[in-house]
Nanobody, 123 residues
Framework: QVQLVASGGRWVQAGGSLRLSCAAS????????MGWFRQAPGKEREFVAT????????NYIDSVKGRFTISRDNAKNTVYLQMDSLKPEDTAVYYC????????????????WGQGTQVTVSS
C-alpha cells in the first residue's frame, strides 16, 4: 500500500484560496487514482474530487465545480487540491486517498488514506 501525508490546511477567510498537497511514498504512485474527500463535524466523509492515474480525467462534487482544481505530479508523487473562492461550508478535515486502478467516488473504493488536514473557512 501507498503511504500518504496531507498538508496545507489552515484557517482562511471566505473568498480566499488554499492549496492542499498530498505526498505519497513508493514508486508506484502513477498506478493509483488519487482523490480528495472531506469530513465536516457530525457528517460522513464525502467525495470532493478525483484524478485519474495519468491526470487526464478529473471529477468533482457539484458544490466545488469551478472553484476547486485537482492535479497531480507523478514525478513528485504528489497530488494537489487548489481551492479558490472558499466558502464557510467548505470547512472540514480534508483527506487524500489512493485507489489502485480506475477512479471511484466512494470512500469504500479507496484503500489508503492520509491523516487529514483541517481547513477552516470563516465568514
Amino acid at each position: 500500500q501507498v503511504q500518504l501525508v496531507a498538508s496545507g490546511g489552515r484557517w482562511v477567510q471566505a473568498g480566499g484560496s488554499l492549496r492542499l498537497s498530498c505526498a505519497a511514498s513508493g514508486r508506484t504512485f502513477s498506478t493509483y487514482c488519487m482523490g480528495w474527500f472531506r469530513q465536516a463535524p457530525g457528517k460522513e466523509r464525502e467525495f470532493v474530487a478525483t484524478i485519474s492515474r495519468s491526470g487526464g480525467m478529473q471529477n468533482y462534487i457539484d458544490s466545488v465545480k469551478g472553484r476547486f482544481t485537482i492535479s497531480r505530479d507523478n514525478a513528485k508523487n504528489t497530488v494537489y487540491l487548489q481551492m479558490d473562492s472558499l466558502k464557510p461550508e467548505d470547512t472540514a478535515v480534508y483527506y487524500c486517498g489512493a485507489r489502485s486502478g480506475p477512479c471511484g467516488r466512494s470512500t469504500a473504493d479507496f484503500g489508503s488514506w492520509g491523516q487529514g488536514t483541517q481547513v477552516t473557512v470563516s465568514s
